[in-house]
Nanobody
Framework: QVQLVESGGGLVQAGGSLRLSCAAS????????MGWFRQALGKEREFLAA????????DYADSVKGRFTISRDNAKNTVYLQINSLKPEDTAVYYC??????????????????WGQGTQVTVSS
């Protein structure tokens, strides 16, 4: 089992940037593909980005491509999500998730094995 703890959320003005972090503990971090999702109030959980075990391959939702960047530091057991040009519609709880599976990077929230508690991002206009 792996434990995930997100940090880095907060209140930011539109146009600003944030870097979210997700620290993993427990089993070997490099065994997992990692993903980021978000859930706005009253909406379904939305896939944002995923990254392969060695960080060499990333996948992004079309809605965030060009503004969001996923990365990982396996020496620190941490995955990051850099968010630029924030918009009020980016307001949501942001979650990281770990996938012990194989094959392609996953986009479905039910395809991930472990989840963090989330970190709130609020963007003011």
């Amino acid at each position: 089992q792996v434990q995930l703890v997100e940090s880095g959320g907060g209140l930011v003005q539109a146009g600003g940037s944030l870097r979210l972090s997700c620290a993993a503990s427990g089993r070997t971090f490099t065994n997992y593909y990692m993903g980021w999702f978000r859930q706005a109030l009253g909406k379904e959980r939305e896939f944002l980005a995923a990254i392969s075990r060695n960080g060499g391959i990333a996948d992004y939702a079309d809605s965030v491509k060009g503004r969001f960047t996923i990365s990982r530091d396996n020496a620190k057991n941490t995955v990051y999500l850099q968010i630029n040009s924030l918009k009020p519609e980016d307001t949501a709880v942001y979650y990281c998730a770990a996938d012990l599976g194989f094959g392609v990077l996953k986009r479905g929230f039910n395809e991930y094995d472990y989840w963090g508690q989330g970190t709130q991002v609020t963007v003011s206009s």
